[in-house]
């Protein structure tokens, strides 16, 4: 604050009111809701406050959706994402950075370009991919005549086939292949001074020691921001989910479930057990941002430029 | 990029940097080839590999008047959430960076809806602004039939927009406050010094100065409204009534996987990705150009 103009301060506590209504409102009436009973939740206009029936509303859409697994199974994800971007991450930007090899520029551009086309613009052929992930060197294979050899000399038909539908792996892997962590270690990497990869090496450490003992335990703070982000990212996770699972029952992640609990066209419009549901859902990531906000906020930003 | 200290190895950074680069082989550069192969071949119905088809699946979507009104639609619903959310963020950013009494409160609840999956906050809206339900429905006990998201088309793109809008006030408030902070404190002391009052130098100063992050939000938010309306179509009207809340990543989704017409939706999947890489295209362009502080 430079001058004191007690007008111009009046304004800014009360924009900033309005600013959190705006903000809270939406998740106001959904712990309200969820805490009515189905006649409260109907009544026109509805009560903003909250009743007494949060418990038993939450336990409803538990059971409904059958969130119990649903919730392991986001949390399988959402950790798997999570564990598997920050090591591939750090280990791929270790190699473009520390690394004198030919084709350096090349692999920095082949993943720096994934960062361009979010993987709902190529759901299409991704899906095909996720039914065979093996497809792409069978092709190369068949290409260059090697399936042909063998058979002609083994007598053994290559067939390769690896299939990702209703797995954890298929739910997994494609979230894992875009650039976001790489880029975000490769700048943390820049800043790096090379005195310090120097003098690790006159101290005799090999790269695979100065990756484990300095720029791991040194890249703490990106890696809690990158965890925030991809743990976010990969719960809230919707249309890749829902293509790659057709065994619900088993393979589903909770987000999936949110639709199941809609009230359908003619039937009873409990919303509030459709708020609970909602609840339940949204508050694994909404803990995660706010405790981990100080470091995932330096994070989202230093990811861009 | 270069590095005086560097280690010399011809395996390890392989072994480092090959895991990353066979995902990235498999599950992007090989479907979007494929993506490429589809739009321009089309699969025979009764088996028997695909025929070449040239720019037919392209012609045949641009014929389609429907085609067109998805992608008008998804230009508007873009242009309005991008411009709402941004609008929000930016106000509250530059009110939150005076750093008031209190303001921390506030600014940590401001970054709450980035933690929010769209289909959850999609749900929250749909029953927010249901015409059967008490809140935003009470008004059609004043004025029978004046909001009615289930037949009214305007309403239910109203409704979705709004939704995404609020989805992106956390993220962009990130970025905004940010730029706000790394202003220099002197050149606002010197505009106070010259006289400006706090609201002149908010336009005049602080806007003109995080021009670039502004430019940089606008384009990740349109890219972000073109592809990640799915969740909030999905779960708030199902790209009705009759369409009209139908955008081009709806109607790839339901081509593809509904229709099963997979060169249809990948022809669809091409124009979007243009789309998207023109999109980022002109944003290192114009950083490249612009993006000078001092």
Redesign the interface.
Known sequence: MIERSPFFDALTYAVMIIGLILVVIPFWVVIVAASQSLQEVSRVPISLLPSDQLWANLSEAWARADLGPKMLNSFIVAIGVTIGKITLAAMSAFAIVFFNFKARMICFWLIFITLMLPLEVRIVPTYAIAANALLPFQVILDTFGISWLVQAVSGIQVSLNWNLLNSYTGLILPLVATATGTFLYRQFFMTIPDELAEASKMDGASAMEFFRDVLIPLSRTNMLALATIMFVGSWNQYLWPLLITTDRANFGTVVMQLKALIPAQNGTPDWNVTMAGALIIMLPPLLVVAFMQRWFVRGLISRDK | ?E????????V???L??G???L??????????S??LY?AFTLEQPWGGGNLWAGLDNFLYIFRDDRYWGTVLRSAFYALAATGLSML?AL??AS??D???KG?KL?Q?????????????????????F?P????V??VN?IWPGIWDPATNGMHALAMVIVCHA?LG?G?NF??FL?ALQMIPRSI??AG?MDGA???RRMLDLQLPLIAPTAF?LLI?NI?SSF??S??LI??MTEGGPIGQTEVM?YK??VD??KGLD?SG??AQ?IV??LL??GL?FVQFKW?ERR?HYN
């Open positions: 990029m590095r005086r200290a560097v280690y010399r190895n011809k390890l950074p392989w480092l940097i895991p990353q680069l995902l990235v082989l498999v599950f992007f550069y090989w479907p979007t494929q993506a589809w929000v106000t509250l009110f939150v005076r750093a008031l303001t506030f940590s609840v401001f970054i709450w809806p980035y933690a929010i999956a769209a289909p959850a906050a999609g749900v929250a809206f749909r029953f927010i249901s059967e339900a008490g809140l429905g009470a006990d609020w006030i993220y990130v970025f940010a606002n002391e106070a009052r706090p609201f940089f990740m890219i592809t990640d799915f969740g999905d779960t990543v790839i989704y593809g996987f997979y939706a990948a999947s979007l990705m998207v890489i980022t950083v993006v």
